[in-house]
């Protein structure tokens, strides 16, 4: 199936940037169903058109969008219902956060936080998140990215589906300004086991480990997610990872 510029849905990565590293195989890419409340649709209707966008073949003018110019920039990948998304927003309010996510509840009770909570730096893009960045997001435009507790695909027919692979972390790599930061959290173990494998796979991301006090943006979440607290409630430990772009 082609979108309506007839590019393919899924980008195959590898032809566009001539490696051999490991991407998500997902197949064609879908949006979660999910239906909304009555209240949601019309928030939806009055808000999304200012707030939202969905995945296209052009890329975002950030500071048109948020109304500012030349303030820092950083792209949530899986923001889920957006519970950590909007209770850091306003801890760094000189920041522009775009969060990605395909599931149409999620983003309804994100730009539902957004509304009532009058959060003005928050934006969203509705589609797969390695297609938002390849297609939406410059080269080196970004002061960070953030994947927090991505789906760990348990099963190990399906690993080949994890975003954490040298494929993506090389995408990352190519959107993130120099001295911008990838910030990754999971609470699966075996997912960790994974991810400790790959800190130093991508030649242009320097490792920074956990805690980082320098880091240059928020690091602490200050609130439980959703899904942070399912893990705190069965003992999992939360493992997290920042990297910096040399």
């Not at 979660?32 to 296209?56: I, K, S, V």
């Not at 950083?74 to 969060?99: F, R």
Request: aromatic share 8%.
């Amino acid at each position: 199936m082609n979108n309506p510029q007839n590019r393919p849905l899924q980008t195959d990565f590898n032809t566009v940037f001539g490696n051999d590293l490991d991407y998500p195989r997902l197949g064609n890419v879908t949006f979660r169903r999910g239906t909304l409340t009555p209240n949601q649709e019309a928030l939806f209707a009055e808000h999304w058109p200012r707030l939202g966008a969905e995945l296209a073949d052009a890329r975002l003018d950030i500071d048109a969008w948020f109304g500012r110019r030349g303030a820092k920039t950083i792209v949530e990948i899986g923001s889920g219902t957006g519970t950590s998304t909007a209770a850091m927003a306003p801890l760094e309010a000189d920041t522009n956060i775009i969060a990605v996510e395909l599931y149409k509840p999620g983003l309804a009770k994100l730009l539902g936080a957004v509304v009532r909570g009058e959060i003005p730096n928050i934006r969203m893009v509705r589609g797969d998140g390695m297609e938002v960045l390849m297609r939406m997001i410059a080269p080196e435009s970004l002061d960070g990215i953030r994947v927090f507790f991505p789906d760990p695909w348990p099963k190990a027919r399906h690993h080949k589906r994890r975003i954490i692979q040298s494929g993506p972390l090389n995408l990352f790599a190519s959107r993130l300004k120099k001295g911008g930061v990838l910030h990754v959290a999971t609470d699966h173990a075996e997912y960790a086991e994974w991810i400790n494998e790959l800190t130093d796979v991508e030649p242009a991301l320097e490792f920074k480990g956990w805690p980082w006090p320098e880091c240059p943006q928020l690091t602490d979440r200050q609130v439980i997610t959703k899904f942070e607290g399912k893990g705190l409630d069965k003992d999992h430990v939360i493992s997290e990872y920042l990297w910096e772009k040399k």
